[in-house]
C-alpha cells in the first residue's frame, strides 16, 4: 500500500527527473521502508519525501526562470536545462498538500485510536474520539544522567481527571524519535527497563497511546 501511494508520489515530480531517477528512487524507497520500523519514523520518511517534492518544484522554478532571462550572447550557442518547460504547475502543489493532509490525518487518527500504532493494520473504536477525557503523565527515569549504551529505568505515571476509571493501555518510551521500550499500565502506573542506543543521545520522551477513555498525552524531557 505504502508502495503503491509513493508511486502516486512520484507522478508529482518532473517529467526528466522521473525518467532519469525514477527507478532508483523507487529501490531507495523500498530500502527505507524496509529499515524504517514504527509509525515515527515512518512519519519521518513522508515528511522527508514531501518536503524533497516540494524543494524540487521549487527549486526548479526559479532555476527556470534564471534561465529565460539569459539573453544568449551569440544566437548560434543552444542554452540547455534539465527541467521541464513547466516546471512550476499549480496542480502539483494542490496535489501535495492532498497527500499531506492524507498523510497527517491518519496519523492522527492513529494516535487518537490508541491501538497498536502501526501501518500494517488499523483498529476501529466504538467509542467517538471527541468524546475523550484528556490525561495527564508524569514521566521519571533513572540514573538521572544515562549516557549511551546506558540501562535506564523508566517510570511513568497516568492520571484521568475526576472520578473516571484509571488509565489504561500502553505507555511508550523513546530517545528522540527512537522506540525503547513499551509497557502497559497497571493501576494507571508503568516501569520498564531498556538500555539506550550507542552513539548521539537525544531527549527521553514517553507517550501514551491513550484507551476507551482517555486521549493520548505526551511527556518530553529536555535535554541531556
Known amino acids: 500500500m505504502s508502495e503503491r501511494i509513493y508511486l ?39 515528511f522527508d519525501l514531501l518536503s524533497d517534492l516540494a524543494a524540487i518544484h521549487v ?16 544566437s548560434g550557442i543552444p542554452a540547455f536545462s534539465s ?10 502543489v494542490l496535489m501535495g498538500a492532498v497527500l499531506a493532509v492524507i498523510v497527517c490525518g491518519g496519523v492522527f487518527r492513529a494516535l487518537d485510536s490508541g491501538g497498536d500504532l502501526s501501518f500494517r493494520s488499523s ?12 490525561a495527564s503523565m508524569e514521566f521519571s527515569y533513572e540514573p538521572a544522567h544515562p549516557v549511551a549504551g546506558s540501562v ?12 473516571g476509571p484509571a488509565p489504561t493501555g500502553r505507555v511508550r518510551f523513546v530517545d528522540g524519535w527512537i522506540p525503547l521500550a513499551d509497557g502497559d499500565l497497571v493501576h494507571g502506573s508503568v516501569t520498564v527497563v531498556a538500555r539506550l542506543p550507542e552513539g548521539k543521545t537525544f531527549p527521553l520522551n514517553a507517550f501514551y497511546l491513550g484507551d476507551s477513555n482517555y486521549g493520548p498525552a505526551i511527556a518530553l524531557e529536555r535535554n541531556r
Do not use: C, N
Open 8 to 46: 502516486l508520489v512520484l507522478k508529482l515530480y518532473p517529467r526528466r527527473f522521473r525518467q532519469s531517477y525514477g527507478d532508483e528512487a523507487l529501490h531507495l524507497f523500498r530500502d527505507r521502508m524496509r529499515d524504517e520500523t514504527g509509525l515515527l519514523r515512518r512519519v519521518r520518511l513522508w
Open 152 to 163: 535506564v529505568r523508566f517510570s511513568a505515571t497516568v492520571s484521568g481527571t475526576g472520578s
Open 123 to 134: 483498529v476501529t473504536h466504538a467509542v467517538d474520539s471527541s468524546s475523550k477525557t484528556k
Open 59 to 74: 527549486r526548479g522554478y526559479h532555476e527556470a526562470a534564471a534561465v529565460q532571462a539569459i539573453v544568449p550572447v551569440q
Open 83 to 92: 527541467l521541464d518547460d513547466r516546471a512550476f504547475d499549480l496542480r502539483f
